[in-house]
């Protein structure tokens, strides 16, 4: 879901987000190609796990070194007792913590490997590689009986003269419908390159290609490549697609228009790529229950065009773009923002509405439903407390007349208290992390001046409920409050 959240890579970069939000890189969006319940599974038990992180972490006393926190699930949800924390100074993992590292900024799952244990993909984008202070790196952490441990290999970057930030970008499917998991890394540069599967505990890997979505010269080819990428079959082939989100602009700050990547027998092309609407972060699901993926892109803050155009309502309170998935790949576009049909609240200028969404069957449906963050929302005169919003899926798509959900820190129920600031939906996933079948909620939030926080909110069958919600921050995972270590600002997918 994984700027996630997706952490400023550079002073620029840092300076172009609104509303206040910390920043550097990251994914929120489902990566799973089969429309049931998107889930990673660390251990093999059945349940849905979460790997989230503190990339802001210090470790050994470096400042934004960053750690990864997983939490397994159980009959009764996530919580802080039955969890995995993971830094470059945990045994076997590659590397060392270091300032500046942000372990953790990006992270991709999949079962790499092939021993029936989902593993994680983990980039560390500020890594100092050699004379290279933000060169970047990758390691991929093994999933075993007992979740993630320090098992785990380095991806080293081809091409380290090339670009920085290796890493920064993640997305794990089967591109090439092998079934064996792939890997695309992202970077700096507007090339991407995909890892094809056959990855073993030794660092093999059966190939690596590049590929390049189309670059409107001038405008979207700026050194911070992709915003992001989600993995996920939108036109039903079985074979996993990869939506690229547009490439950051250094003169307006915004982005350009997003590409949709079939796979194919070898892998991805360019060549083939198809224009969509423009978004910061994109979750790939079937909405309405008809076989294929719908991409769903959030434009949080103010965006434009390839030429310039502003993107309808992007500069007040921002929209979701829905692009429903067909036999031929994307298709129609429906927007969705705060003023649409009985969805709560109002568009106001700066709620960040789309700065982060997922989709999950909450109530065991067939159709996907989709939870949208807005964390700069103003609440009851409290200014950027956040909230998130639950729209449910149907036949005819997103039900945007009846049925939503709206959540934030002082809904009866919910943990904690509306605070300023506390950018409550800074991340979000929707995951079966109790074995029930259904989709259950987790926020992240930059909770006590940039600390973090985590909420569960589960599903009861039929909705989101918050019976049996719990949270917990950063001290409860064995993660340092010095600085702002932000726990759960990047959930992988």
Same mark, same amino acid.
């Given at each position: 879901?994984?700027?996630?959240?997706?952490?400023?890579?550079?002073?620029?970069?840092?300076?172009?987000?609104?509303?206040?939000?910390?920043?550097?890189?990251?994914?929120?969006?489902?990566?799973?190609?089969?429309?049931?319940?998107?889930?990673?599974?660390?251990?093999?038990?059945?349940?849905?796990?979460?790997?989230?992180?503190?990339?802001?972490?210090?470790?050994?006393?470096?400042?934004?070194?960053?750690?990864?926190?997983?939490?397994?699930?159980?009959?009764?949800?996530?919580?802080?007792?039955?969890?995995?924390?993971?830094?470059?100074?945990?045994?076997?993992?590659?590397?060392?913590?270091?300032?500046?590292?942000?372990?953790?900024?990006?992270?991709?799952?999949?079962?790499?490997?092939?021993?029936?244990?989902?593993?994680?993909?983990?980039?560390?984008?500020?890594?100092?590689?050699?004379?290279?202070?933000?060169?970047?790196?990758?390691?991929?952490?093994?999933?075993?009986?007992?979740?993630?441990?320090?098992?785990?290999?380095?991806?080293?970057?081809?091409?380290?003269?090339?670009?920085?930030?290796?890493?920064?970008?993640?997305?794990?499917?089967?591109?090439?419908?092998?079934?064996?998991?792939?890997?695309?890394?992202?970077?700096?540069?507007?090339?991407?390159?995909?890892?094809?599967?056959?990855?073993?505990?030794?660092?093999?890997?059966?190939?690596?290609?590049?590929?390049?979505?189309?670059?409107?010269?001038?405008?979207?080819?700026?050194?911070?490549?992709?915003?992001?990428?989600?993995?996920?079959?939108?036109?039903?082939?079985?074979?996993?697609?990869?939506?690229?989100?547009?490439?950051?602009?250094?003169?307006?700050?915004?982005?350009?228009?997003?590409?949709?990547?079939?796979?194919?027998?070898?892998?991805?092309?360019?060549?083939?790529? @198809?224009?969509?609407?423009?978004?910061?972060?994109?979750?790939?699901?079937?909405?309405?229950?008809?076989?294929?993926?719908?991409?769903?892109?959030?434009?949080?803050?103010?965006?434009?065009?390839?030429?310039?155009?502003?993107?309808?309502?992007?500069?007040?309170?921002?929209?979701?773009?829905?692009?429903?998935?067909?036999?031929?790949?994307?298709?129609?576009?429906?927007?969705?923002?705060?003023?649409?049909?009985?969805?709560?609240?109002?568009?106001?200028?700066?709620?960040?509405?789309?700065?982060?969404?997922?989709?999950?069957?909450?109530?065991?449906?067939?159709?996907?439903?989709?939870?949208?963050?807005?964390?700069?929302?103003?609440?009851?005169?409290?200014?950027?407390?956040?909230?998130?919003?639950?729209?449910?899926?149907?036949?005819?798509?997103?039900?945007?007349?009846?049925?939503?959900?709206?959540?934030?820190?002082?809904?009866?129920?919910?943990?904690?208290?509306?605070? @300023?600031?506390?950018?409550?939906?800074?991340?979000?996933?929707?995951?079966?992390?109790?074995?029930?079948?259904?989709?259950?909620?987790?926020?992240?939030?930059?909770?006590?001046?940039?600390?973090?926080?985590?909420?569960?909110?589960?599903?009861?069958?039929? @909705?989101?409920?918050?019976?049996?919600?719990?949270?917990?921050?950063?001290?409860?995972?064995?993660?340092?409050?010095?600085?702002?270590?932000?726990?759960?600002?990047?959930?992988?997918?």
């Amino acid at each position: 879901m994984h700027l996630h959240t997706r952490l400023a890579l550079a002073t620029a970069t840092a300076a172009a987000l609104t509303g206040g939000l910390l920043t550097f890189a990251a994914s929120p969006a489902t990566a799973a190609d089969s429309f049931k319940v998107a889930k990673a599974d660390f251990n093999g038990d059945g349940i849905g796990d979460i790997a989230t992180s503190a990339v802001g972490a210090y470790v050994s006393g470096h400042k934004n070194a960053g750690q990864v926190v997983v939490l397994y699930g159980s009959a009764s949800g996530v919580t802080s007792a039955k969890r995995t924390t993971i830094s470059q100074n945990t045994s076997g993992v590659p590397g060392t913590a270091e300032a500046g590292d942000f372990f953790g900024a990006e992270m991709a799952y999949a079962d790499f490997n092939g021993d029936g244990y989902d593993d994680l993909a983990v980039g560390a984008p500020g890594e100092k590689v050699g004379t290279d202070t933000d060169g970047g790196g990758v390691a991929i952490l093994f999933g075993s009986s007992s979740g993630l441990t320090g098992k785990a290999v380095d991806l080293p970057d081809p091409a380290p003269s090339s670009h920085d930030f290796w890493g920064k970008d993640l997305a794990a499917g089967d591109f090439d419908g092998d079934g064996k998991a792939d890997l695309v890394v992202g970077s700096s540069s507007s090339t991407l390159y995909l890892y094809k599967g056959g990855f073993t505990t030794s660092g093999a890997y059966g190939s690596r290609s590049t590929v390049k979505p189309p670059i409107i010269s001038g405008t979207n080819d700026d050194p911070y490549g992709p915003m992001s990428l989600t993995a996920g079959d939108v036109n039903g082939d079985g074979r996993t697609d990869l939506v690229v989100d547009g490439y950051e602009t250094q003169t307006s700050y915004g982005w350009n228009t997003n590409y949709w990547l079939p796979g194919g027998a070898s892998g991805l092309s360019g060549s083939t790529a @198809k224009a969509l609407k423009p978004g910061i972060i994109t979750a790939i699901g079937d909405i309405n229950g008809d076989g294929f993926g719908d991409i769903v892109s959030g434009a949080g803050w103010d965006a434009t065009t390839g030429d310039g155009t502003p993107v309808p309502d992007s500069s007040n309170g921002g929209r979701v773009n829905v692009t429903y998935g067909s036999a031929s790949g994307p298709a129609g576009t429906t927007g969705i923002s705060q003023n649409t049909g009985s969805v709560p609240g109002t568009s106001e200028k700066g709620d960040g509405f789309g700065w982060d969404l997922d989709l999950g069957d909450v109530n065991g449906d067939g159709y996907q439903d989709l939870v949208v963050s807005s964390p700069d929302e103003d609440i009851d005169g409290v200014t950027d407390t956040g909230m998130v919003t639950v729209l449910y899926g149907s036949a005819s798509g997103v039900n945007t007349a009846s049925g939503a959900q709206a959540f934030e820190q002082n809904t009866p129920g919910v943990p904690g208290t509306s605070e @300023k600031s506390d950018l409550f939906g800074a991340d979000v996933k929707l995951d079966d992390v109790t074995g029930d079948g259904k989709a259950d909620l987790v926020v992240g939030s930059y909770e006590n001046s940039g600390n973090g926080g985590i909420t569960y909110l589960p599903s009861d069958g039929t @909705k989101i409920t918050t019976s049996g919600s719990r949270s917990f921050g950063p001290s409860n995972v064995s993660v340092s409050t010095s600085g702002t270590p932000q726990l759960g600002a990047v959930f992988a997918d």
